[in-house]
């Protein structure tokens, strides 16, 4: 994320009501340090919900808004 060091797994699981998905924790490093930035994305086991990659893809678009801002933003600015 924004090219800083983190750590991002995924998981599928299954609820006790039988829902099936995948869920996508991932947290990085905020930039300077000073803290750390946490991602989670989830989506369903079902033919009606997006793919599983587009949790991956969610999260490599996710960048640093600014040098001095502590908010992130979607792809290019």
Same mark, same amino acid.
């Given at each position: 994320?924004?090219? !800083?060091?983190?750590? &991002? @797994?995924?998981?599928?699981?299954?609820?006790? *009501?039988? *829902?099936?998905?995948?869920?996508?924790? &991932?947290?990085? #490093? %905020?930039?300077?340090? !000073?803290? +750390?930035?946490?991602? @989670?994305?989830?989506?369903?086991?079902? %033919?009606? /919900?997006? @793919?599983?990659?587009?949790?991956? #893809?969610?999260?490599?678009?996710? @960048? #640093? %808004?600014? +040098? /001095?801002?502590? *908010?992130?933003?979607?792809?290019? &600015?």
């Amino acid at each position: 994320m924004g090219g !800083g060091p983190g750590r &991002a @797994e995924r998981w599928y699981a299954r609820t006790s *009501t039988g *829902t099936k998905g995948c869920i996508l924790p &991932a947290t990085f #490093q %905020a930039k300077g340090g !000073g803290g +750390s930035v946490v991602f @989670e994305g989830s989506v369903n086991d079902d %033919a009606l /919900s997006p @793919e599983k990659d587009a949790l991956e #893809q969610i999260l490599n678009g996710i @960048e #640093q %808004a600014g +040098s /001095s801002s502590s *908010t992130c933003h979607l792809g290019p &600015a």
